[in-house]
C-alpha cells in the first residue's frame, strides 16, 4: 500500500517535471510574441516567426509525447482515489483533457491546419484594406472544411460546432447557447429600441486633444488601484491591446492610446487589467503547470467586463474618479459635469464594428458572428453567401448595413486565423458573467458599490481573487460557476443590471 | 558518384536542419535575456531563470545528441572534397569544433559547474557591496578546482588555460599571448609614465548636467551615420550596456545615462554598437546556423574598440561633431573648445577599477588579470592569496593601490560567473586588432580618416563588412588575421596608433 502510494508519487513529479517543461516552453514563446509586438524592429518579423514556430512545435512534441499520454492514464486511479477537490485530482484531469484534445487530432493534419491558417491571415492583412473578400473566399472556404475535419476527430458530439466550443469554453455546448442567446436577445433588441428611440449622447468631450503622456499616467494610477500589481507586471504600448503572461510573477499588459478619443487608452487598459488581475491572483503553487491561467474564455472575459464595464462604466466610479480626471485634464474637462461625462461613456448607438460597440449593442454583433458560425458549420450557409447574409444580419439586427466588407464580414481576424467555429461566443458569455459576478459579490458584501464610490476596491478584488481568480484552471466554467452561485448559468442578473442602468439613463 | 553526393547534400540538409532548431532555441534565450535586463518586472525573475535553464537545457541536448556528433563525422569527408573556402565545409567544420568542445565534458560535470556558478555569482553580488571577499573564497576555490577539471577533459594542450582560452579565442595560447602581452607591457609601461609625468587633463566639461533624452537622441544620431541599422535593431537601457542578437534582422544594443557625465552613455551606445554592426554586417545566409556571430572574443572587442576609441575618440570625428553636440549642449559646451574637450575624453589617469580605465592604461588592467589567472590555474597562486596579489601588481603596473577588494579583485563578474582561465586576453587582444584593422583599411582606403572628419563613414563600414563583419565565424580568428594583413598578429600598429596620438597630445 505505502510502496503503491510512493511509486504515485513519484509519477506525479515526473508529471509534474514534463508538464513544468512544456509549460516553460509556452511562457518562453510568449515572451517572444509580447516583443513580436512592442519592441521588435522591423527586421526582426522572419527569424521570429522561425523561432516561434520553433518552441511551439517542440511544445507540441512533448504535449502529445506517448510516454505523456501513458503517465495520464497511470494516473488517473490516483486522481479518482484523492478527495474530490484536491488539486493533483485536478492536475490530472486537466492534463488528460489537454493531452487527448491534442492528440485526437492527426499529427499532419495539425501541421497542415496550421500552415493554412498562417496563409489565411497573411490573405486577410491584405483583402481587408482592399475591401476584396473575393480574394480570402477560396481560403475561408477551405477554412470550413479544415474546421469541419478538426471538430471530427471528437467524434460523439451533439453539434458539429461543439468540439470548436470546447477548446474556448470547455463544457459549452451549441445548443444551450443557443437557448441562452436567443433569450438574451428577446431583452436586448427592445432595450436597444427604446433607447434609440431619444437621440444619442453627447460625447464629443471626449474627442477632444488628450496628451498621450498624462492618459497613460492616468490609466496606470486607476489600475494599481483596482489591484494591478505592477512588481508582477507592466503596461507597455502596441498597435492592439492585449494580456499576456510568463509566469504568476509576470502577467503584462498592452494599450495603444488615441490623443484624440479619452476612451480608447483608458478602457482597453481597465480591460485588459482585468485579464491580467485574474491571472496575477492565480493560485501561485499552479504556476508552471496547466492549473495555471483562466478557466476559459467566457470567464476570462467576464473579468475584463466587470472591471471595464460594470466598474469602470458606472456612476459610483466616477463620482470618485472624475475629480482627479477633471483635475488631469482641466482645459478638456473642468467644464464638463460628471453627467455629461458619465452619459459620453455610455453612449449607446447600434454601429458596423464589433470592437467599437458599447455595452448594450455589443452582444448582438456576437450573436450574428455566432449564428453565422453555426450555419457554416452545418452546411446551411455557403461561404460565398457570407457577405449578403452578414449584412442581412445587421440590417435586421442592428438596423445598420455595411457600406462594404471591410466593416462587414472582414473586420474579424478570428475566422481568417483560425476555425470557423467556437471563435465568438466568450465574449457574450463574458458579459452575462461580469454581471453575475459582481451581482454575487455585492450579496456577499453589501458595501461594494459604497466603497467604489469612494475609490476602494480591496473588497470586490478579494472576493474575484477568492471565488474566481485563485482556482486558474482548477474547475471548469461550469463547476466554477455553479460553486459561485449554487446553480447553472443564468442571464438575469445581467438583463437586470443593463436594464436599471440604461432605464435611469435614459428614463425608460 | 551522383547517388553519394546526393546522399551528402541529404545530410547537410538534416545538419542546417538541426543546428537551425538550436540556433532558434538559443536565439530565444537571448530574448528572455534581453527582456529580463531591459523590461521584465521584479516578480518575473523567477520563473525567467527556470524558463532560461529549460531552453539551456533543450539546446544542450540537441547539441550533444549522438545522431548530430554521427551525421557530423559523416560529413567530414564531404567537408575535405569541396573546395577549402567553401561555406559548408566552414559550417561542418565549426560544427564539428562546437560539438567536440561540449561533448569532451561529461553531462554531469557541465550540470554541476552551472548549478556552482550560478551559486557563485549570487554570492558574488552579495559580496561585492559588502566588501566581503572571505565569503566568496571557498565558492571561488572550488572555480577553480572545476576550471581545472573542465580544462583536463581537453588533454594534449600545452599549457591548461588553452583550452579555457580556445571558448573565447580559438587559436591563441596561453605561451603566445604571454609573449605578444610582455611586449606590450614593455611599450605601455614607459609610456603611461611618460604622460603621468604631466599633469592630467581637465575633464571637468564632461561632468555637467547632460539631460539624459538629449544625450539619447545624439548617440543615436551618431550611430545611426555610423552604420547601425535600426530598422534591425533598437537600443534600450539597462543597469549594464550589452548587445544582444535573435538573428540577421534584429541585433540590439542598450545603455546607461548618467546625466552628470557625458562620456558614460555616449561612448558605451559606440562601443555596443561597434559590436552590433558586426553581427548585422554578417553574411544573412549565415543566420540560423553556428557560422552566424562573431569569431572570437577579440575579434568582436576589436569591433566596438574601433569605434569607440578609434574613430569616437579622434579628433577628425569630433572636427565633424563637436559644433553638432555644441549645438545640442550650449549651455555645457557652447565655451569649451574642441581641444580642451578633445583632451578631455582623452584623459589618462591611473585608475583602481578596469571599466573606467582610459584607453592606454586598460590594457595593464587586462593583463594583470590574465596573469593572475595563469597563476591561480598553474598552481603558484592560491586563491586566499588574490587579494594580495592583485593590490600588490596594481602597485607595481599602474601605481595605484585599492583600498578595498570591492574595487580590488572582486571588481569583475568573470572568474564569480564563470571559470578562471580565458576570461580577459580578449580585451587586450581587442585594443590590438581594433587598430591593426584600422591601419589596413586605411593603407587600402587612404581618404578615411578625411571622410570621418567630414562625418563620412561608409567606406570604413563597407570596408569591415567585406573583410571583417561578412564572414561571421567562417574563418577562425587567427586565419581571419591573415587574411586580412597577409600575416600573423602584429601589435606594431597599436602601439603606433598609441604614441602617435598620445605623443601629439602630450607633446612627448
Known sequence: MLKGWTKMEEKMRDLKQRLSEIHDLEMANAVLGWDQLTYMPPGGAEARGRQMATLARLAQEKMTDPGLGKLIEELLPYADSLPEDHDDAALIRVAKRDFDRLTKIPPQLIARVYEHQSRCYMAWTEARPNNDFEKVRPLLEQTLEYSREVANCFPGYEHIADPLIDWADYGMKAKNLRVLFDQLRQELVPLVQAITSYPPSDDSCLRQHFPEKDQIAFGEQVIRALG?????????????????????????????????????????????????????????????????????????????????????????????????????????????????????????????????????????????????????????????????????????????????????????????????????????????????????????????????????????????????????????????????????????????????????????
Chains 1, 2 share one sequence.
Open 228 to 508: 494591478y500589481d505592477f512588481q508582477r507586471g507592466r503596461q507597455d504600448k502596441s498597435p492592439h491591446p492585449f494580456t499576456t503572461r510568463f509566469g504568476y510573477g509576470d502577467v503584462r499588459i498592452t494599450t495603444r492610446v488615441k490623443e484624440n478619443d479619452f476612451g480608447e487608452a483608458f478602457f482597453s487598459t481597465v480591460h485588459e487589467a482585468g485579464h491580467a488581475m485574474y491571472e496575477q491572483g492565480c493560485n501561485p503553487a499552479f504556476d508552471g503547470t496547466p492549473l495555471f491561467g483562466g478557466t476559459s474564455a467566457g470567464v476570462h472575459e467576464s473579468q475584463s467586463r466587470l472591471w471595464e464595464n460594470v466598474v469602470a462604466r458606472s456612476r459610483e466610479f466616477w463620482e470618485y474618479y472624475y475629480p482627479l480626471l477633471q483635475k488631469t485634464f482641466p482645459g478638456q474637462l473642468g467644464n464638463v459635469t460628471l453627467d455629461t461625462f458619465y452619459r459620453a461613456i455610455n453612449k449607446v448607438q447600434p454601429s458596423l464594428v464589433r470592437t467599437d460597440a458599447d455595452e448594450v449593442t455589443y452582444n448582438l454583433h456576437v450573436m450574428i458572428r455566432f449564428d453565422l458560425e453555426l450555419q457554416m458549420l452545418e452546411g446551411s450557409l455557403e461561404v460565398k453567401h457570407l457577405p449578403e447574409a452578414w449584412n442581412e444580419r445587421y440590417r435586421s439586427d442592428l438596423g445598420v448595413v455595411p457600406p462594404d466588407d471591410r466593416d462587414g464580414c472582414l473586420q474579424d481576424v478570428h475566422w481568417y486565423g483560425g476555425f470557423i467555429g467556437g471563435q465568438f461566443q466568450g465574449y457574450t458569455l463574458g458579459n452575462i458573467l461580469s454581471a453575475l459576478f459582481y451581482h454575487h459579490a455585492v450579496l456577499e458584501i453589501p458595501s461594494i458599490p459604497e466603497e467604489i464610490r469612494q475609490g476602494k476596491f480591496e473588497n470586490l478584488h478579494g472576493w474575484l481573487k477568492e471565488h474566481i481568480y485563485q482556482h486558474g484552471r482548477k474547475y471548469t466554467a461550469p463547476d466554477l460557476i455553479r460553486r459561485v452561485t449554487g446553480r447553472d448559468l443564468d442571464i438575469q442578473p445581467y438583463i437586470a443590471y443593463l436594464k436599471r442602468k440604461y432605464g435611469e439613463l435614459y428614463s425608460l
